[in-house]
C-alpha cells in the first residue's frame, strides 16, 4: 500500500553533517505525521523527531539544535538535516509516516528499511 524509502546515510566524521530523505510511494490518500528514529546496536528504536502536518515539530532531547526535520507534503518526502553529528549518534536511522492508503482507511503508521549512519574518525 505505502512503501517509504530513505537515502542519504553513510560514514562521517564527528562534527561532520548528513542529510536523510525518506520518500513515500504507492497508494496513498493522505499522510498525517512524519519522523524519524533511530536504533542502535543493543538500544531499543528511539525517537528522533517528528513532523506534523501543520510543520510542528517535535525533538529528542539530544537532538534540539542540532537536527533539523522538515517535509514536502505535495511530494510526500520528510528530510532530516543532521549537523554537528557525534559517535553516539551512530545508528539505523527509520523513516516513519501515519498514513491513509486510501479514503476511509483507517491511518496506519508504515516504516521505510532503514538507513545507517556512522560517526566516527
Known amino acids: 500500500q505505502v512503501q517509504l524509502v530513505e537515502s542519504g546515510g553513510g560514514l562521517v566524521q564527528p562534527g561532520g553533517s548528513l542529510r536523510l530523505s525518506c520518500a513515500a510511494s504507492?497508494?496513498?490518500?493522505?499522510?498525517?505525521?512524519m519522523g524519524w528514529y533511530r536504533q542502535s546496536p543493543g538500544k531499543q528504536r528511539e525517537l528522533v523527531a517528528t513532523?506534523?502536518?501543520?510543520?510542528?515539530?517535535n525533538y529528542a532531547d539530544s537532538m534540539k539544535g542540532r537536527f533539523t526535520i522538515s517535509r514536502d507534503s505535495a511530494k510526500n518526502t520528510v528530510s532530516l538535516q543532521m549537523n554537528s553529528l557525534k559517535p553516539e549518534d551512530t545508528a539505523v536511522y527509520y523513516c516513519?509516516?501515519?498514513?491513509?492508503?486510501?479514503?476511509?482507511?483507517?491511518?496506519?503508521?508504515?516504516w521505510g528499511q532503514g538507513t545507517q549512519v556512522t560517526v566516527s574518525s
Open positions: 516513519n509516516m501515519d498514513a491513509r492508503a486510501y479514503y476511509g482507511d483507517f491511518i496506519r503508521g508504515y
Open positions: 504507492g497508494s496513498i490518500f493522505s499522510i498525517s505525521a
Open positions: 513532523i506534523t502536518s501543520g510543520d510542528i515539530t
